[in-house]
């Protein structure tokens, strides 16, 4: 798994956890071993700019999602074929006042953003309930086989 992670912004992050789950969702998806995910970290306002750019809406956003090949989960049979999976962008500030709203850090909340943008790659959305009610059930799932595992780790 190609996984490349490049924090611009100007709060440090775990990034090495945020690699390790990035890896855990796509391996939980059945993603083929070579396929390549890019993960930047940017600032409120270069997020605001894409926000603006890409989905017309104001002001920044705690996570974006931009696929490429438009590659959709595997099975334990078939995984998905090689390729490029896309890009996420996360917004640590954002992510921090998310986090401390909800109670908890915010590390936790860029877990659960980058899982989020997994998901978007591989092609679930949120918008109508069915979708948002499947799309969040695995994002939990996954956020929970991850806690488990890094447990084990320690």
Do not use: Y
Not at 94 to 106: D, F, I, L, R, Y
Request: charged share 25%; with cysteine; hydrophobic share 45%.
């Amino acid at each position: 798994m190609s996984i490349e992670i490049n924090n611009e912004s100007t709060i440090p992050v775990d990034e090495a956890a945020i690699l390790r789950l990035a890896a855990f969702a796509l391996d939980t998806m059945h993603v083929h071993a070579d396929a390549e995910l890019a993960i930047v970290l940017v600032d409120e306002g270069a997020m605001e700019q894409l926000h603006v750019q890409w989905m017309d809406e104001p002001g920044p956003t705690d996570v974006l999602s931009f696929p490429m090949d438009e590659l959709r989960p595997g099975t334990e049979e078939q995984e998905t074929p090689p390729g490029l999976l896309g890009d996420i962008v996360l917004c640590p500030q954002v992510a921090k006042e998310q986090a401390e709203t909800a109670g908890h850090s915010t590390l936790d909340e860029l877990l659960l953003l980058t899982t989020h943008g997994v998901l978007h790659l591989l092609g679930f959305d949120h918008a109508e309930p069915a979708e948002e009610k499947e799309m969040f059930g695995i994002q939990r799932d996954i956020l929970i086989g991850f806690a488990m595992q890094e447990r084990q780790r320690h």
